[in-house]
């Protein structure tokens, strides 16, 4: 096992794209970290400069107590998993498995050994006389695997090593990585699109936008307390509903207006997030995630100044849950790129969406009381994008500047 430290790392291409701006990341020893992004992000760049593919314009990669710029991909003491298997079709399963290691000129009972471990936890071992073309995309991965492993390397890098499978293969294959590494203990950077396998998946999750970090921290934490409107709006599906809003005081306690209506903000919220009070009379971005609204017929007990009354304009049964959407009447929203962090806002306004129960009677058209958890609303500075929380140690955000880029 080995640390991975970026320090200051850029990489600016030769037509002058910055793919990676200034990143500074330290990842523990043992720890599954996954960068997670939309597409261009950097993210796929920052790990090909760890492997060695990509050359590092500026900065330094520490792999371990050794500055790895200068040094070639093969000595780096890493193994990677790919997108696509790349598996030798003419060899079969343990012949792809022991390939690396007779480069590496090991013993035939060393490579034996290490190939029976390597078939042994990933539950490959009825397949090794096969060739990949009579395997299933599932077990062509971990064979994929099987060959990283068998290296016993001090880091994995794996680049979506999922996206070319089909869903349920996903969840599985998703499970049994995240299994592997726990058993292994081996660093690993893990490089996906996917918000899902960076929740289920990462101790914790890098998330990236045009070659800037914007926000390092557990699962849970990001998207529990997103540290800007980018973060907010990426992680979580549906995605968190945003619209500018004002904070306005009525009698003693501070409530939030947007379009027709009015929420109180819950006490426990404003004394967690003091900085809001500095907003008082002022435009914010409201930020309200779908599973924080509910039918008012399952909360019945719920006080007026956190209902809303509106009507359905469509509704998505799931089984488990059902989403329904509705309009919110607001002349418009503003904000840091807010074309980017939320659906421009027409005359119309905005369209929200609700996850409630399953047993809702909420039809298209009719009309809906739905209950908000105002404990757990979202509020962002409409000028940078940064969400408005008064924690005065928030080591899991990043600079200003990158976050509101």
């Known amino acids: 096992m080995a640390t991975i430290e970026f320090q200051g790392v850029s990489k600016i291409y030769a037509d002058g794209t910055l793919a990676v701006d200034s990143l500074d990341l330290m990842i523990d020893e043992g720890e599954f970290m996954v960068f997670v992004g939309p597409s261009g992000c ?32 093969k000595d780096r003491d890493i193994a990677m998993v790919f997108q696509t298997y790349a598996l030798y079709p003419h060899m079969t399963v343990e012949e792809n498995l022991a390939f690396g290691l007779r480069l590496r000129k090991l013993s035939k009972a060393e490579i034996s050994r290490k190939v029976v471990a390597a078939a ?7 397949l090794l006389q096969r060739k990949p073309r009579a395997l299933s995309g599932g077990q062509r991965q971990r ?15 794996m680049d979506e090593p999922l996206s070319n499978l089909d869903a349920k293969l996903r969840v599985q294959m ?29 101790d914790r999750i890098a998330v990236m936008r045009s070659g800037h970090l914007q926000q390092v921290d557990t699962p849970e934490r990001v998207y529990e307390r997103p540290a800007n409107q980018f973060v907010a709006g990426f992680i979580g599906s549906p995605a968190m509903n945003m619209v500018t809003a004002q904070l306005v005081r009525s009698n ?22 003091p900085a809001l009070r500095s907003f008082e009379g002022r435009d914010v971005i409201l930020g309200i995630r779908p599973e924080d609204f509910e039918d008012a017929a399952f909360a019945p007990e719920a006080s007026p ?9 469509l509704r998505e049964a799931l089984g488990s849950e059902v989403l329904v959407h ?42 809906l009381r739905l209950v908000v958890n ?6 962002f500075d409409p000028a940078t994008g940064l969400a408005i929380d008064g924690d005065s140690d928030r080591s899991s955000l990043a600079g200003a500047a990158g976050q509101a880029s």
Request: proline content about 2%; cysteine-free.
């Open 143 to 157: 064979v994929a695997m099987g060959r990283a492993i068998v290296r016993d390397p001090s880091v994995f890098l």
């Open 374 to 379: 105002t404990q757990r609303l979202h509020f």
């Open 174 to 202: 998703r499970a049994e990585i995240h299994k592997l590494q726990r058993e292994l203990g081996v660093t690993t950077i893990y490089v996906t699109h996917d918000q899902t396998e960076a929740m289920t998946m990462g």
């Open 252 to 273: 003693a306690d501070l409530s939030v207006s947007f379009g027709q209506y009015t929420l109180t903000v819950d006490e426990a919220l404003v004394a967690e997030r």
């Open 42 to 73: 950097g993210k796929t760049t920052a790990l090909r400069m760890v492997a060695g593919l990509e050359e590092i314009s500026e900065g330094e990669i520490s792999i371990g107590d050794r500055v790895v710029n200068d040094v070639s991909s």
């Open 120 to 126: 042994t936890t990933l539950g490959l071992e009825d």
């Open 326 to 367: 509705f309009e919110v009447a607001t002349a418009g929203a503003t904000g840091a790129d807010a074309g980017e962090f939320m659906e421009p806002l027409g005359d119309a306004g905005a369209i929200f969406v609700a996850r409630i129960h399953p047993r809702t009677a909420a039809r298209e058209g009719e009309k």
């Open 305 to 313: 100044d956190r209902t809303l009354d509106t009507v359905a304009t």
